[in-house]
């Protein structure tokens, strides 16, 4: 056989192997891209490997002394089991608690707290820190607790809490009691402040629905730091003094594009202003900072920590501060959050409300899209059943953090009707060092989020999404 015969036989023979590895490949590639439509992604299963869920429930129950009371409060109306949302959620050591705001009629206390690690899947919640701590409605007795929405739980062992005052806030709002800063000595379960906010500092129809709190050098160098989301402003509150000052500025507006909602076939406008709040160290600028945002808002903002706590700066003017109250970016359409935290080194996570997933960026990189990483990640065809409408969302302080995901449903109990046959509320849980040891975009061991050159595009809120 001649060479040239040998050379087109070898090449004959090489060409049919280079066409059965690609038939093999793309056959390959269709069965990994079916399996995709039909589940979410390996590096999803991953990623959503990390969280576990702590606690689940139907509908919320309560802790009564005996079963003749709790059905005595269900005849008397004031127990409603399918009434009670949870909201806020807070860890401490070995108890977990929740916020239980009186949305609506028939619910018993507005914080309470349940065992961790849990014992049952579903608990009833024990009062906090007692049944007697907390008013009727019916007769407001103002130095109890009466609708506590979100708590805070700092470096000195103190759980903070804002107590709206309000009850029936989105049937016939009613505003029976002065919204109130309380705070407890966790080591004791005891109130060791009781901070009423004065009433030049509450607008017509506020709501004060968020509190963050920052502690200096000393247990009493603290500030906390509430949020009005109907009203459009912050209420500083400092400790050592016993006062508060309330802070206005523009960008605590709700952004009309952004206010429009749909969610489980539900279509409904939320012209919720300034809500989410984290505090941090910022790298850059060298100084500590609050990072905010409006609930009904795809950017995020950031201001001097220093400026807001000094209460002088407010006694005046707030035009020459305004430029001080940054946008640092936006997140895109439907990046809607609520509530976020930050790790000890910097570590953002957020929830997305309408994506039902927790977002996460590195505070030392820009408030780029292409640095963040959404940790539940679904296809086209398939949708997050673990989490629905992150609500609430806290980094604890523990040696080795976690984050913590309150997911509770609201649109469908505020706009529609729960199925209590379902899992309607959950606590979930994530070791913080594992999502940021398996995300090189949120890690800050990584200077460059993907290690390859990238073009950066900012665009505006209000342009292409």
């Known amino acids: 056989m001649n060479s040239a015969r040998i050379n087109f036989i070898t090449r004959f023979l090489f060409l049919i192997a280079i066409l059965n590895e690609a038939h093999i490949v793309h056959t390959v590639s269709r069965r990994m891209?079916?399996?995709?439509?039909?589940?979410?992604?390996?590096?999803?299963?991953?990623?959503?490997?990390?969280?576990?869920?702590?606690?689940?429930?139907?509908?919320?129950?309560?802790?009564?002394?005996?079963?003749?009371?709790?059905?005595?409060?269900?005849?008397?109306?004031?127990?409603?089991?399918?009434?009670?949302?949870?909201?806020?959620?807070?860890?401490?050591?070995?108890?977990?608690?929740?916020?239980?705001?009186?949305?609506?009629?028939?619910?018993?206390a507005s914080l309470g707290t349940i065992q961790y690690p849990a014992r049952e899947t579903s608990p009833a919640i024990r009062p906090y820190p007692t049944w007697q701590a907390h008013g009727d409605p019916k007769k407001p007795d103002?130095?109890?607790?009466?609708?506590?929405?979100?708590?805070?739980?700092?470096?000195?062992?103190?759980?903070?809490?804002?107590?709206?005052?309000?009850?029936?806030?989105?049937?016939?709002?009613?505003?029976?009691?002065?919204?109130?800063?309380?705070?407890y000595d966790l080591k004791t379960d005891k109130q060791i402040i009781h901070y009423n906010l004065p009433a030049s500092q509450v607008k017509q129809d506020s709501l004060h629905s968020n509190i963050v709190v920052d502690v200096g050098n000393s247990c009493d160098d603290a500030y906390a730091i509430v949020s009005d989301?109907?009203?459009?402003?912050?209420?500083?509150?400092?400790?050592?003094?016993?006062?508060?000052?309330?802070?206005?500025?523009?960008?605590?507006?709700?952004?009309?594009?952004?206010?429009?909602?749909?969610?489980?076939?539900?279509?409904?406008?939320w012209l919720d202003g300034v809500f989410g709040m984290s505090i941090s160290f910022d790298k850059i600028t060298k100084q500590r900072v609050l990072y905010f945002h409006p609930m009904a808002s795809f950017k995020e903002f950031m201001v001097p920590l220093d400026l807001l706590i000094n209460e002088f700066i407010w006694e005046g003017s707030s035009q020459e501060t305004s430029k001080y109250f940054?946008?640092?970016?936006?997140?895109?359409?439907?990046?809607?959050?609520?509530?976020?935290?930050?790790?000890?080194?910097?570590?953002?996570?957020?929830?997305?409300?309408?994506?039902?997933?927790?977002?996460?960026?590195?505070?030392?990189?820009?408030?780029?899209?292409?640095?963040?990483?959404?940790?539940?990640?679904?296809?086209?065809?398939?949708?997050?059943?673990?989490?629905?409408?992150?609500?609430?969302?806290?980094?604890?302080?523990?040696?080795?953090?976690?984050?913590?995901?309150?997911?509770?449903?609201?649109?469908?109990?505020?706009?529609?009707?729960l199925d209590y046959s379902e899992v309607n509320f959950r606590i979930l849980k994530a070791s913080v060092s594992k999502i940021i040891n398996d995300n090189n975009i949120c890690n800050p061991l990584n200077k460059n989020s993907n290690g390859t050159k990238s073009a950066i595009v900012i665009i505006e809120e209000g342009q292409c999404y």
Request: glycine share 4%; charged share 20%; proline share 5%.
């Open 142 to 183: 103002c130095s109890k607790l009466i609708s506590v929405y979100r708590t805070a739980i700092d470096k000195c062992d103190r759980l903070w809490l804002i107590d709206s005052g309000i009850v029936n806030a989105t049937v016939n709002l009613n505003q029976i009691c002065p919204p109130k800063i309380v705070v």
């Open 33 to 108: 891209e079916d399996h995709a439509s039909r589940h979410l992604i390996p590096e999803t299963f991953n990623r959503e490997s990390h969280f576990e869920i702590i606690n689940e429930w139907k509908y919320l129950d309560f802790e009564y002394s005996t079963f003749v009371e709790r059905q005595q409060a269900i005849l008397n109306g004031d127990f409603v089991p399918k009434n009670n949302l949870p909201l806020g959620i807070d860890v401490y050591r070995d108890r977990l608690f929740i916020t239980t705001p009186r949305w609506k009629d028939g619910v018993p």
């Open 229 to 269: 989301v109907w009203r459009f402003g912050l209420v500083v509150y400092s400790l050592s003094n016993n006062n508060s000052w309330r802070v206005t500025n523009y960008n605590f507006n709700p952004e009309p594009f952004a206010s429009d909602f749909n969610i489980y076939g539900l279509n409904f406008q």
């Open 326 to 417: 940054v946008s640092i970016g936006d997140r895109g359409y439907k990046s809607q959050s609520s509530t976020s935290g930050i790790t000890r080194d910097g570590v953002m996570f957020y929830t997305q409300v309408h994506r039902d997933n927790i977002g996460c960026w590195d505070t030392a990189k820009p408030y780029t899209r292409a640095n963040m990483m959404l940790l539940f990640n679904q296809s086209r065809n398939t949708s997050n059943t673990l989490i629905q409408f992150p609500n609430d969302l806290k980094v604890d302080n523990e040696e080795q953090q976690s984050v913590w995901i309150m997911s509770n449903r609201l649109p469908i109990f505020l706009y529609s009707s």
